[in-house]
């Protein structure tokens, strides 16, 4: 009884050991690198932005004023960013950025106005709506698989609707103008 008792507790030591050697040698995540990333797609959205408003701008009807703000997240630690506020009459709409270290998108920036706010997506271009999946297995048993990955995905910014049915619509000039007046005006 005694050896059989070990023999099960080798087996566990050497799946232990297998799986602790199998993670070390996954690479590392380069943290500075999807800050970096984020930074870029964060920069090409205000391009995004300037260029849906550049008629209200060049006539003086809309101001873009940019600043900056301190994000912590972890394993990136703590780095700068660029904030807008667009001024619209008495309105402002403030752009934050949340961050890049997110389950189900690559970047969120949230709008803000005096009616609400709404949360603008770095997801891949194809998505419609989150999609998360779960895997569950037995203790003792192979875990399932991984899926490979079909295809590179490209981000692309989108609107998000608020939960509990959540999608996403492609940022535009013309749902940007739509969820722009929503928080604005009500």
Not at 39 to 53: D, M, R
Request: charged share 30%; aromatic share 10%.
């Amino acid at each position: 009884m005694a050896r059989r008792s070990n023999s099960m507790k080798n087996k566990e030591f050497d799946e232990f050991v297998t799986k602790q050697f199998s993670e070390a040698n996954e690479p590392d995540i380069d943290w500075s690198k999807n800050r970096d990333e984020w930074l870029i797609y964060l920069s090409e959205f205000y391009k995004k932005v300037e260029s849906f408003l550049k008629d209200y701008v060049s006539k003086g009807q809309i101001t873009i004023n940019y600043n900056t703000k301190k994000i912590f997240e972890e394993h990136i630690g703590e780095y700068e960013v660029k904030t807008a506020n667009i001024q619209l009459g008495r309105n402002q709409i403030k752009l934050d950025p949340i961050g890049t270290n997110l389950i189900g998108a690559k970047g969120r920036v949230d709008m803000i106005g005096p009616n609400g706010t709404v949360k603008l997506v770095l997801v891949d271009r194809d998505a419609s709506a989150p999609a998360i999946s779960v895997q569950v297995w037995v203790h003792g048993e192979e875990p399932p698989q991984e899926k490979e990955k079909s295809k590179k995905i490209e981000w692309a910014w989108k609107i998000s609707t608020p939960p509990p049915h959540i999608k996403y619509i492609e940022l535009l000039q013309e749902s940007f103008f739509d969820v722009f007046t929503e928080i604005a005006n009500g």
